[in-house]
């Protein structure tokens, strides 16, 4: 059981450190079970997984309450701009609901420490990040159809190790959308859907025997709080990194992590 609390201190940690950044913690998440030696089962890491990304959302919710207090008056009563970004959170939400209320077994199975495919889609988000670096500046606003788009860049970023942030972001500037518009939409899109994810595993952690819930409830509580504190102070200070920094960087981290996860894979 100590075992299990530092690991899942350890991996809260690193959720709040990477999810701010386009380097795909969920990535980061498997690759550490991997070398932590997690013996949890797929859907008991897939558990953990949208707990610790539950804290970070909450995370998010405390740095952006303004923000989000702005979206809910503007569903009902706010100006037209107001409105329109609501309804662009509320669209970008439909793909990734569609592929987690269909797809969540096969979802599952992907948590199961394949460091293969981590590294693949490390790569493939380091290539998306060179793209978006090269795309021009401009001063455009989310659409309707733009808010479609970066929804099913998130349902695609489901698969550990291409970055949620680094494909919405990426997608967001390749459109066209300002750099900083993209991140303050990216970071905010997802909490929606977390908030309901963490809702239904909630369902299922009570479910679980007694004996089931001894041995995962305090770890999930762990990572938990150790997530949401690394995660509020690193929303805030790194939030102005990603939209200052060149992704070139990020790209190159995401390049090299997937290189060697691949051939740490191959060499095994």
């Known amino acids: 059981m100590n075992g299990e609390i530092w690991n899942a201190l350890i991996l809260g940690i690193i959720q709040g450190l990477?999810?701010?950044?386009?380097?795909?913690?969920?990535?980061?998440?498997?690759l550490a079970r991997n070398i932590l030696g997690s013996t949890w089962s797929p859907g008991s890491n897939m558990m953990f997984t949208v707990t610790v990304h539950g804290a970070t959302a909450l995370a998010t919710v405390v740095t952006f309450q303004k923000d989000i207090r702005q979206i809910l008056i503007g569903l009902f009563r706010g100006?037209?701009?107001?409105?329109?970004?609501a309804m662009s959170i509320l669209l970008s939400m439909i793909p990734a609901a569609i592929v987690g209320l269909y797809f969540e077994d096969v979802i599952e199975m992907l948590f199961d420490g394949n460091v293969l495919l981590v590294g693949v889609m490390l790569?493939?988000?380091g290539l998306?990040?060179?793209?978006?670096?090269?795309?021009?500046?401009?001063?455009k606003k989310v659409s309707k159809m733009d808010a479609l788009v970066i929804g099913i860049a998130q349902a695609i970023a489901i698969l550990p190790g291409i970055s949620r942030s680094g494909a919405t972001i990426s997608t967001?500037?390749?459109?066209?959308?300002?750099?900083?518009?993209a991140a303050r939409f990216?970071?905010?899109m997802v909490?929606?859907?977390?908030?309901?994810?963490?809702?239904?595993?909630?369902?299922?952690?009570?479910?679980?025997?007694?004996?089931?819930q001894s041995q995962h409830l305090i770890p999930l509580l762990v990572?938990?709080?150790?997530?949401?504190?690394?995660g509020l102070w690193a929303c805030k200070i790194m939030l102005n990194l990603v939209k200052r920094a060149k992704l070139s960087g990020f790209a190159i981290y995401c390049l090299a992590m997937g290189t060697l996860a691949a051939a740490w894979t191959v060499m095994a």
């Not at 100006?79 to 970004?85: G, H, V």
């Not at 998306?128 to 001063?139: E, M, P, S, W, Y």
């Not at 990572?223 to 690394?230: H, L, M, P, R, S």
């Open 128 to 139: 998306l990040l060179f793209l978006a670096d090269r795309a021009k500046k401009t001063h």
């Open 223 to 230: 990572g938990f709080i150790a997530a949401f504190i690394t």
């Open 123 to 125: 790569i493939i988000t």
């Open 172 to 181: 967001s500037v390749l459109l066209g959308i300002d750099r900083e518009r």
């Open 186 to 188: 990216s970071f905010l």
């Open 18 to 30: 990477t999810e701010f950044l386009p380097v795909s913690s969920s990535g980061h998440l498997e």
């Open 191 to 212: 909490v929606p859907l977390i908030m309901g994810k963490m809702a239904m595993d909630s369902m299922d952690l009570f479910s679980m025997s007694e004996v089931d």
């Open 79 to 85: 100006e037209t701009e107001d409105r329109r970004f």
